[in-house]
């Protein structure tokens, strides 16, 4: 079988919304990520995180224990209709910068029996071979035990490796790419490339935060980055918060990021 090319753009829930602020939108930010995509002429999907629109909610009613009372329901509609609006607020703004984006609801393409989570994907394939930028999000998904859970942008994403032929992985985060803990400083220092091998051996320095995230943060991150090595030829981690670095990677150029090497690099 032939697969697809593609690039995929993660945008944490942290670089386009305010994760301590119940549904707030950092405009301004996500307004200049669209705006470095304006001329990308490669294929590439686009998954957002759910920040404030999600995770809040998603603590409050224990979502991702799965059902346990009727009173989690009202939990799973508000965070749809949440993450509903914040897709559209970031298809709208795609839109204005040129791309020709169109929305696709996670929870209305894939459903989870046991561990496994299965995805119709015909339709992102369709509109990536006419040119169309297919936008995901994270989301509450339906399964068949639990009743319901959380997946996040991350685990979408190690499905659509298994399906597509994923170049590169891009991150937007909030911080500069991972960091390690160094001897000589208090600090971590940002790792700027590691290969297959030597990102199997990283231990991550988590950067201390207050808010809410019901996904695991950087920690999880690493997890599902180890998975995608396996299929995927880069992942880049970038900070979201400095748009210009999107543009800069996605030209090849040399960024502040930490670039690790996928197996079939090795
Ligand atoms: C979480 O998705 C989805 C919900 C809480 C509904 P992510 O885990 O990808 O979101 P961020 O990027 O951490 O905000």
Redesign the pocket.
Known sequence: MNRISVSII?????VI?D?TSYRKIRRENLSKICNQLKNVNKPYIV?????S???II?EKHS?QAGFEDKNQLDGIVK?RQD?ASLSQEVIDCLIENNVKAIGFQTSALAFMTGAEVEYFLNPIEKSLTLGVCPVL????LFTEEGGFT???????ITHLVKHFDVKQVIFLTDVDGLFEKSDDSEEGKLVRELNYNEFKEFKVEEIQSEVI?????MK?KVDEISTLLEEVEQVVIINGLIPERLGSVLKNENEVSTIIYGKKST
């Open positions: 993660k945008l944490g829930g942290s919304t994760k998954i957002h995180g759910a920040g629109f999600g995770h998603a979502i965070i993450m999000s994270g989301d509450v959380i997946h996040s942008g991350d685990s979408i995230d019901v996904t695991g943060s999880g």
